[in-house]
């Protein structure tokens, strides 16, 4: 699987799915919510290491940890 797919499919199942909403995810992790949309999306997206560590730290936990947790 592709890595770009893999980090948002994983993002999209266990953070944006148990979130309020899209809107709510994207302010409390201080992205657009264009960008979450684009994560979300079945054909994948190419996600900027800026974004991830902006998500990453919104959720208080390292790159090397999450990229662990994905299983890259």
Same mark, same amino acid.
């Given at each position: 699987? /592709?890595? /770009? ?6 993002? &999209?199942?266990?953070? @944006?799915a148990v979130?309020?909403? /899209?809107?709510?995810? &994207? =302010?409390?992790?201080?992205?657009? %919510?264009? +960008?979450?949309?684009? @994560? =979300? ?8 290491? %800026? +974004? =991830?560590?902006r998500i990453?730290? &919104?959720?208080?936990?390292?790159? %090397? ?8």
């Amino acid at each position: 699987m /592709n890595v /770009n797919k893999k980090v948002c499919n994983y993002i &999209a199942k266990q953070w @944006i799915a148990v979130s309020k909403s /899209n809107r709510s995810f &994207a =302010l409390d992790h201080n992205i657009d %919510e264009k +960008t979450v949309r684009k @994560i =979300l999306k079945d054909e994948g997206y190419i996600i900027p290491l %800026e +974004t =991830l560590s902006r998500i990453c730290e &919104a959720r208080e936990i390292k790159l %090397e940890d999450f990229f662990r947790e994905v299983g890259i």
